[in-house]
């Protein structure tokens, strides 16, 4: 089945800058890919979805890429703000006949002012 | 409307109580689904419901019994829980499954979730 690694320890940026989040899978690639954000307590909100033939999607300040080659999304967020602190999941479908959502384990993200 | 709610926050249960949990959204979605989360570990889906019958059981003990009494409403009753079986359990929902026959990616909606305590 399919395995996906996010870096498990947390990201500590200065507010401003760009905070970059991996999402590696390691089987077949995936029709789509999504990144949530969730919040301590809180369920997971959607943020953005990228399909397979699609390299770059964007939203306000937010930016993922896909890279089918190197089995890899990254997701930015340019100028962080504090309250962008979270933790922001990958999820891609699994390739059996659900196609249920699996979720990466999340990064955990820090924004200090 | 583009909320799935969640009742109630928070629940503490004895390992020999009967409780339920409960779930609603009012998006017209058709699919809705349990998911289980431990702290620091991603969502583990339990079931899926499409168009109000069970599709998905990934192989949840019977003590989680999930019920859909119509397009909108989601339970999970509990009955001789566990403590190992303490966490959030969230709700989500979807315009359509994500099935072999819905042929498109689906965002899923979460509620807030149901933070659960087995003494």
């Known amino acids: ?113 | 409307d583009t909320e799935v709610t969640q009742t109630p926050k928070h629940l503490v249960m004895g390992m020999t109580n009967k409780k339920s949990l409960k779930c609603e959204q009012h998006m017209g979605h058709r699919a809705m689904y349990w998911y289980k989360q431990k702290a620091k570990k991603p969502p583990e889906l339990m079931f899926v419901y499409s168009y109000e019958k069970l599709s998905i059981n990934e192989s949840v003990p019977s003590r989680f019994s999930p019920e859909c009494p119509n397009s909108s409403l989601l339970n999970l009753h509990l009955h001789a829980l566990q403590p190992e079986d303490s966490a959030l359990y969230l709700c989500a929902s979807s315009l359509r499954d994500v099935g072999p026959t819905a042929g498109g990616s689906e965002t899923q909606y979460f509620g807030p979730g149901t933070r659960l305590l087995v003494l």
């Open chain 1, 1 to 113: 089945s399919q395995k996906i690694e996010q870096n498990s320890e947390a990201l500590n940026i200065q507010e401003g800058k760009t905070a970059t989040l991996t999402c590696n899978y390691t089987n077949y690639s995936p029709a789509y890919l999504q990144w949530y954000r969730q919040d301590p307590g809180r369920g997971p909100v959607f943020l953005l979805l990228i399909r397979e033939n699609e390299k770059e999607k964007r939203k306000e300040r937010l930016k993922v890429t896909f890279d089918t080659t190197l089995k890899q999304s990254l997701f930015h967020i340019t100028a962080s703000q504090p309250a962008d602190s979270a933790t922001y999941l990958c999820a891609l479908p699994e390739y059996d006949a659900t196609n249920k959502l699996i979720f990466g384990t999340g990064t955990l993200l820090a924004v200090q002012p």
